[in-house]
């Protein structure tokens, strides 16, 4: 008789309890941690919403501006009296008299020196240089009446977008009550209107909130921008290639490449205390020059752009220099004719970055003085100049209220130039991309 022998098989690793409760606390983990990066991404896009949603509501006003139709009697008496169309008698002449003449008119009732002043408030200072402008390049003008839009003052202006509320106390308030009423009589008349801000980015910096403009800091921009892509672009490039293909490996490159990383870390106003010492103090170059800011600039992407110079040479298959050598190519021709063309979408890359950088940077600027008043453009590399980040630190600081919606447009087109310099970025990266 044969016995029935029964074999107890023990279940396989994979399938005991002990195994899976490890595995659902990796799934659990695994779960967390996705909840986490979620969560951060979120908290990151909700925090950078919260900026620019802050930024666009305090500066999207500044970009319409109220204006005054005024019927200006261009007085020959006042502003050519000697009948010669001298340039310097027109303009001399009181132009400030023509605007407030016609302001008045609209008032006949007002008669009291001290209402009269206070009408006057409510029209810019810069009325009188606009209809000196309208003069001088047409003095065919002269002996007309012809209606033209002047801009009211900053006050009158934030009152009429309702940063100015109406419901306090007179006290509390830059519009007094007649003021107010003023306005309101000459709204209902339709003499004041809102129009696109042509004069924000049409002007220069003024002290007057109404008439400051971003032109000067704009052309400050691309000329000092234009100085470092001159100094910083063959300068890194030339290095990245000769580190990466020709140097020999030895201490003293490995010294140049920490050098070079470190220097990407070095805060960036140390720059500008270099720039003030060497190019101001040691060579005498003059303060507020784009060259100086464009080269201090430079200093600052140099090593950004040596990086990614490096890495995007690094990135081209050794087979490509293979292939090269082995036709008979010179290693400068494999550089030149082969490694630099397949590496050049990854250079640009870098380099477009670099320079967005730079155009984002003010404390260099500020230590080698590029933080002065310019009304006047810019025409030259030695032409006192300030740029846009500069313009938006010297807004900020102004006391009054209409500059800081000004600051926050300065802002909104500086981002613009941010985002469309990373959009160029990646469009160059994504055409001449190529996958190995």
């Given at each position: 008789?044969?016995?029935?022998?029964?074999?107890?098989r023990?279940a396989?690793?994979y399938?005991?309890?002990?195994?899976?409760?490890?595995?659902?606390?990796?799934?659990?983990?695994?779960?967390?941690?996705?909840?986490?990066?979620?969560?951060?991404?979120?908290?990151?896009l909700?925090?950078?919403?919260?900026?620019?949603?802050?930024?666009?509501?305090?500066?999207?006003?500044?970009?319409?501006?109220?204006?005054?139709?005024?019927?200006?009697?261009?007085?020959?008496?006042?502003?050519?009296?000697?009948?010669?169309?001298?340039?310097?008698?027109?303009?001399?002449?009181?132009?400030?008299?023509l605007?407030?003449?016609?302001?008045?008119?609209?008032?006949p009732?007002?008669?009291?020196?001290?209402?009269?002043?206070?009408?006057?408030?409510?029209?810019?200072?810069?009325?009188?240089?606009?209809?000196?402008?309208?003069?001088?390049?047409?003095?065919?003008?002269?002996?007309?009446?012809?209606?033209?839009?002047?801009?009211?003052?900053?006050?009158?202006?934030?009152?009429?977008?309702?940063?100015?509320?109406?419901?306090?106390p007179?006290?509390?308030?830059?519009?007094?009550?007649?003021?107010?009423?003023?306005?309101?009589?000459?709204?209902?008349?339709?003499?004041?209107?809102?129009?696109?801000?042509?004069?924000?980015?049409?002007?220069?910096?003024?002290?007057?909130?109404?008439l400051?403009?971003l032109?000067?800091?704009?052309?400050?921009s691309?000329?000092?921008?234009?100085?470092?892509i001159?100094?910083?672009?063959?300068?890194?490039?030339?290095?990245?290639?000769?580190?990466?293909?020709?140097?020999?490996?030895?201490?003293?490159?490995?010294?140049?490449?920490?050098?070079?990383?470190?220097?990407a870390?070095?805060?960036?106003?140390v720059?500008?205390?270099?720039?003030?010492?060497?190019?101001?103090?040691?060579?005498?170059?003059?303060?507020?020059?784009?060259?100086?800011?464009?080269?201090?600039?430079?200093?600052?992407?140099?090593?950004?752009?040596?990086?990614?110079?490096?890495?995007?040479?690094?990135?081209?298959?050794?087979?490509?220099?293979?292939?090269?050598?082995?036709?008979?190519?010179?290693?400068?021709?494999?550089?030149?004719?082969?490694?630099?063309?397949?590496?050049?979408p990854?250079?640009?890359t870098?380099?477009?970055?670099?320079?967005?950088?730079?155009?984002?940077?003010?404390?260099p600027?500020?230590?080698i003085?590029?933080?002065?008043?310019?009304?006047?453009?810019?025409?030259?590399?030695?032409?006192?100049?300030?740029v846009l980040?500069?313009?938006?630190y010297?807004?900020?600081?102004?006391?009054?209220?209409?500059?800081?919606?000004?600051s926050?447009?300065?802002?909104?087109?500086?981002?613009?130039?941010?985002?469309?310099?990373?959009?160029?970025?990646?469009?160059?990266?994504?055409?001449?991309?190529?996958?190995?």
């Open positions: 008789m044969t016995d029935i022998v029964t074999e107890t023990t396989p690793m399938q005991s309890e002990v195994f899976a409760a490890r595995l659902r606390k990796r799934y659990a983990a695994e779960r967390r941690f996705q909840i986490f990066g979620i969560t951060a991404i979120a908290l990151a909700g925090m950078l919403a919260i900026l620019l949603g802050s930024i666009v509501s305090k500066g999207y006003t500044a970009f319409y501006q109220h204006e005054i139709a005024l019927e200006i009697f261009f007085d020959p008496q006042e502003i050519d009296p000697t009948g010669q169309r001298d340039p310097a008698v027109l303009s001399g002449a009181n132009y400030a008299v605007a407030r003449a016609a302001l008045q008119a609209h008032f009732e007002v008669q009291s020196r001290n209402d009269k002043r206070r009408l006057n408030e409510l029209l810019s200072s810069g009325a009188a240089f606009e209809l000196r402008e309208l003069v001088m390049g047409d003095p065919s003008a002269i002996g007309t009446r012809r209606t033209v839009r002047l801009p009211v003052s900053d006050d009158a202006d934030q009152f009429l977008k309702g940063y100015i509320p109406r419901d306090v007179e006290s509390e308030r830059q519009v007094g009550d007649q003021q107010v009423q003023w306005i309101d009589k000459l709204t209902e008349a339709g003499a004041i209107r809102a129009g696109f801000n042509w004069r924000l980015f049409m002007n220069g910096d003024s002290r007057e909130p109404e400051a403009g032109w000067a800091g704009l052309i400050g691309l000329i000092t921008l234009g100085v470092t001159s100094f910083a672009v063959p300068v890194g490039i030339s290095t990245a290639v000769y580190l990466e293909e020709f140097a020999p490996k030895n201490r003293w490159t490995d010294l140049i490449e920490v050098n070079i990383n470190n220097l870390a070095v805060p960036s106003i720059f500008g205390l270099l720039g003030l010492a060497v190019f101001l103090n040691f060579f005498g170059m003059p303060r507020s020059a784009p060259l100086v800011g464009g080269i201090v600039l430079g200093l600052i992407v140099l090593p950004t752009i040596i990086i990614a110079g490096r890495a995007a040479l690094k990135a081209v298959p050794p087979s490509i220099r293979e292939a090269a050598l082995g036709v008979g190519a010179s290693p400068l021709q494999v550089v030149t004719h082969h490694v630099l063309p397949l590496a050049m990854g250079i640009m870098g380099t477009i970055i670099g320079m967005a950088h730079a155009l984002g940077e003010t404390a600027l500020l230590m003085g590029m933080v002065a008043f310019i009304v006047d453009t810019p025409t030259g590399l030695m032409d006192a100049a300030t980040p500069v313009q938006v010297m807004w900020a600081d102004s006391p009054e209220r209409a500059f800081v919606e000004r926050s447009a300065a802002i909104m087109v500086l981002l613009a130039f941010l985002i469309a310099m990373n959009a160029i970025a990646v469009i160059v990266r994504k055409k001449f991309e190529r996958r190995w």
